[in-house]
């Protein structure tokens, strides 16, 4: 099950204080060599995330990921509450280590 879904832009959302302040969030970046941009992608929106920028750039409620490409595979760099990042890292390399079987 999807930990979020992607934010619709509704003007709610911009006048929200919560999804206003980076006090509550956490940065924090993961290598996963073998993996491709085009995997990593599909493995975020298993988590609910939906695209921004194709191959690059996806968004979910309360957290957000870029994907950068290596010569190894990707580097996933997320941007997440301090209460979903734990389970998003989790969950992540669950399901990157499944898609790279």
Known sequence: MP????????????HDPRFQSDEMYDTES???????PEQAETVL???GAGVVDKLELVEGIGW????EATAEGVIIHFHAHDELIDDLLRRFEQQAERELK
Do not use: N, V, Y
């Not at 930990?3 to 911009?14: F, Q, T, W």
């Not at 957000?64 to 994907?67: G, P, R, T, V």
């Open 3 to 14: 930990i979020s879904a992607p934010s619709l832009g509704d003007a709610e959302d911009r």
């Open 30 to 36: 993961m290598d996963f060599p073998g993996l491709t």
């Open 45 to 47: 929106k298993r988590l």
């Open 64 to 67: 957000k990921a870029s994907i």
